[in-house]
Structures are given as structure tokens and as C-alpha cells.
């Protein structure tokens, strides 16, 4: 057995308890939008990990989901949250990424239910107080959804 395929056994083992779930972000230079792949895992362990060229606006969002988060009555997990944000040679910006980064953890905690994330592309500024700010750019992001069928923005 080759190693992708041991890896991808391990990745996709419901006995282990990884939390791994996928969804789908946009990112906009100009009026172009390139489809975004976040995945989120929670591991056993402490830490907060985001990868894949995040800029700073997105590397604070753990900030603003966590008062988020406490304000709407939900928690941040006390594991280890390891985000990916792929492609990862593509640099991320902005704030429009705290509810797709926030609603991956969330299910990939499990206090959000749902197995349909991957047919969504979703997008938006999450306030302290957990409400949604308006965000630049839409129009691309459902222009060039990426066969995204449903928009979250």
C-alpha cells in the first residue's frame, strides 16, 4: 500500500477521533475570485494553528470568532484547531474570512451539524458580538463560485 493511500486511510477513518471537515472560501484580486478550500481539523493537544498565507487581518480572526463565539453561547474547543487554507500559494486578505473560518469549527467540533458544507462558498465579517458586518467583493465570489451550488455571504 503506498503511502498516499495509508494516509488517506488514517484521514478518513470514522474510528479515530480527528475532526476534519472541508468548505469553500473565495479570494479577490481585482474583479477575479479564486475558489478557497478551508479545512479545519481538531486534534487531541492545545494550540491554534492557521496555514496557507493568511495576511494578519486573518491570522486575528481566532481573536474576534472566540469573543464571537463566547457572546452567542457557543465555545471555542480546547484542543489543538489546526486550519488549512489551500491553495496555499495564494495570499489570503481580509476579514471576509471569519465566518467560513468560524462555521468549520464549529462542525468540525460538532456543535454545528450538518454534512452539506462542501456545497457551500461562505463568506462573511463576524463582529465581537457575533453579528455579521458587510463584506467587499461578493459579486466575484458568485461569479466565480467554482461550481459552488450555494452562497453563504
Known sequence: MS??????CILYNPNLLLMLVQLFGSAVYGVDAHL?????????GIGYHLVGLPDNAIKESNFRIAAAFQNIGYRLP???????????????EGSAYDLTLAIGILAASEQLKTKTLKDYLVMGEIALDGSLRPIKGALPFYWRGGGVCRYFV
Request: glycine letters at 4%.
Open 3 to 8: 503511502y498516499f493511500l495509508r494516509l488517506k
Open 36 to 44: 478557497i478550500t478551508i479545512e479545519v481539523n481538531i486534534d487531541k
Open 78 to 92: 480546547g484542543k489543538k484547531i489546526t486550519i488549512n487554507m489551500a491553495p496555499a500559494d495564494l495570499r489570503k
